[in-house]
């Protein structure tokens, strides 16, 4: 579907955002699994930074980019697709190709929910963290011998 996309040129103007945009919270993210695999000294630099910076500006992002403005650019996206279905634009502009937008609504939506369900799951471990307790994805490997 994503290179009969691009060969169709549709939904290039989403892909800033789908493809780029929803990655922003991953940044953060790198550093908290790289903490998870490489458990850095209680009370460094790098504890503090991924602990107090990375870990809040995770849930931030995350909560922004992928279920606030996620369901937005959607609702964006499906107006968009299904006005160009229904005004026979899609047709006209790439004739035979107007299924591609079919696929895009439907893993649009699959996707959506996937962040949300992703969202629980972090809002459950971040309920963890502020409870103080310890989790099995913060305990380094080895220690619960």
């Not at 500006?57 to 160009?84: G, H």
């Not at 035979?96 to 929910?113: D, P, Q, R, W």
């Amino acid at each position: 579907a994503f290179l009969n996309a691009v060969e169709s040129k549709y939904l290039q103007y989403y892909g800033v955002f789908y493809l780029g945009l929803t990655e922003v919270s991953s940044i953060f993210l790198v550093f908290i699994d790289l903490a998870k695999y490489f458990p850095p000294a209680s009370g460094s630099s790098f504890d503090t930074f991924v602990g107090g910076i990375c870990g809040p500006l995770f849930v931030i992002t995350f909560f922004y980019y992928r279920v606030w403005m996620w369901w937005r650019v959607s609702f964006q996206l499906w107006k968009d697709a299904l006005n160009a279905i229904h005004s026979g634009m899609a047709e006209k502009m790439r004739p035979e190709k107007s299924f591609v937008l079919y696929i895009f609504l439907t893993i649009n939506m699959l996707l959506g929910l996937l962040q949300l369900y992703w969202f629980r799951l972090i809002l459950g471990e971040t309920a963890k963290v502020l409870a103080g307790e310890e989790h099995e994805d913060m305990i380094p490997a080895g220690s619960m011998e």
